[in-house]
């Protein structure tokens, strides 16, 4: 008699066990979000206006690399990615290369501090073969930058080699 009451009592609770669980699921797939039983509206999104006509813009006069120019003629041209500026005096340097920071800078530790040059791809070779930590002599050149109303200065190798 007692092992038939302790299962009476076993089934009991799996069965509201069972049904607990089904209401639940019940309950949670029903849920539409908390819309309290309403459909959902599909959702609108405005498509964006494409113009074939290019609108001017001002970006304080610097082209971004890539970005077509109009030259004399009107027609439009590329601007090279990487160009250091021609006109301005060559400077001399020295300093430890530390290393690439990307495809076109490099950092040298002078006795400023680290800088940042940027370099055309006809460096690249005389680049590649500098150790990290070696000793370089460069030349390079400052480029001025007018960009959101503020000067920035560029500065570009136009040579480096390794020194002892």
């Given at each position: 008699m007692m092992n038939m009451l302790k299962k009476n009592k076993t089934s009991r609770a799996l069965i509201a066990g069972a049904i607990l669980i089904a209401v639940m699921l019940a309950t949670a797939a029903c849920s539409n979000n908390n819309n309290n039983g309403e459909?959902?509206?599909?959702s609108?999104?405005?498509?964006?206006?494409v113009s074939a006509t290019p609108e001017p813009t001002d970006n304080g006069g610097v082209?971004?690399?890539g970005e077509?120019?109009?030259d004399e003629d009107g027609a439009a041209t590329e601007e090279p990615v990487n160009t250091a500026p021609t006109d301005a005096p060559s400077?001399?340097?020295e300093g430890v290369f530390v290393g690439l920071a990307d495809t076109h800078t490099v950092e040298i530790e002078t006795s400023g501090g680290a800088q940042s040059y940027q370099f055309e791809d006809s460096l690249s070779d005389a680049i590649?073969?500098?150790q990290s930590?070696?000793?370089?002599?460069?030349?390079y050149v400052e480029k001025k930058i007018e960009a959101d109303g503020q000067s920035i200065t560029q500065l570009w190798l136009t040579k480096i080699e390794?020194?002892?």
């Open positions: 459909q959902p509206s599909p609108i999104e405005p498509t964006p206006v082209t971004e690399p077509a120019t109009p400077m001399k340097g590649n073969a500098i930590n070696a000793n370089v002599t460069f030349e390794a020194s002892n």
